[in-house]
């Protein structure tokens, strides 16, 4: 290898020898041709111009030549498209030298083809879902409901009816904010299957919330046992019971009239309590 | 709040130093919508692809496996990609990891000073703000800062980060997840995520 480039720079320096003597006798001319100097060292101009591009062309054009054959996978057909502009241009070939640099540092990358569809080795490469595509971009999985939102709600749970949160209290709200509800919620409303049920209990709950005052007051024990407040609510449906069983003892007292009404005259004054209604005045 | 940064972006490459980011572990902060790569040459034939393609959106989570590389190798090859790739947000996890608090690497370097020439957003997060670069707490264009006790991190941001003297009060007693937010033009609030 050596010797080889010994002749090929001995052949260059006769070269250039020839040229600047040429250069050399033509301009030492006092008199001549004008013309015929011109023409000669328009030539050699332009055999230098020629030498300099040969000898640039190569660490030019290898990034471009380069290319396909370090670079086989980027492309699907083997082909690197051309970009639009030289900047462009450049730039990617910065980048496809920064690239050969890095591999052959580094190693070759793993089998896997730069893909977006494809995963990507590692750990964690079979616990994620699916890659998305370039041009495709899920929505984020974070403040689906902005956080001031969900802030605001848990605030109104947790504060009850009257005492609103101090600001301790509300920023201890931010782990239940941040990790359950951004966090837990999109896992659980995530799979379209279990979106579905989610919204079918929500449904039947608030549509036996609203027909059933059964249902609403559990909800409401269920709240207040939440919260904590009030314990005298909680024991509420046992007074509610009493409530409603009185109700139906004085229903039945009122059906046996008293025994000083059972002596008494029958009146035939209209009351309201009678049960009777009032016949339609006929016109 | 760093993935409401990040989201907007539409082209971002995080350096995951400490391995917090990932969709599956139990102590790691999940990403949706990222690739996770760990490795230098996969990362640079995605970058190649996706500058060649002209994807429209970018989006990859660099986390560095330990090997007999030294991670501050790999670091500076990556700068040299993302500053080559162009038009992206850079995010470095715990940046501290590769600098001193008077020098930085040259390729974080370029990436710190000469961030508009290749259309780059450097974002970076530390625990401890007396470890990193001067000159990185002095460029950047807006801060966070979160409760520091040490004299010489409050030092740092004293000095640095251009941080207001009434704003520097608060940071021992800032409570849990909250921060001293500086924008870009000296004035300031608190907030919490």
Redesign the interface.
Known sequence: MAQKKRRGHKKAIPAKVRTNGAAQVDTAKPSGDPLAGAENLANDLVGSVRNMIKKKEPSSSSPEQQQPGS?P???EDGS??SPKTSSESS??R???Q??E???A??????P?N?T?GAS??????N???P??G??V??P????FIP?ETVREILELIFSGTGKALTP?ES?SL?PLT?DMSN?QG?RLMGNSESRAFWIWLGVMTVFIAVRSERGARLIEWICDAVTGTGKSKVEKPKEENKAESKPVVDAKKASTQPVADSTSPASLAFKEDSGFQVPAKQP | MI??KL?PAAKVIIFNTAGDF????PRQK?L??F????????L??????????N?????ICF?P?RSN?DPL??FR?VC??VA???DVLFFVDEIWNFQTSSSSPYELRELMLQWRHYGLCLMWTAQIAQKVDKTLLSVSTEMYVGRLNLENDLEAVRRNARIPEDALAQVPNL????FIHRFENGSWKVE??
């Open positions: 670079q996978s980027p492309v690197i498209p730039d990617v910065e980048l496809a920064t690239v640099q890095i591999h540092k580094f190693g070759a990358p793993a896997e730069p977006p990507a080795p590692g750990p964690e490469a616990q994620r879902g890659d998305i370039p041009g971009v899920e984020p999985d974070h403040d956080r301790n920023r931010t941040v966090e999109p | 993935l409401e989201w990932g969709n599956g572990g999940p949706p919508g690739h996770f790569i760990f490795d230098i040459s996969t640079a034939d995605w970058l190649l692809k996706a500058k060649l393609e994807w429209p959106r970018v989006r986390t496996l590389v190798e790999i090859a040299r990609l080559d790739f162009g409570p849990d997840w909250c919490r995520p």
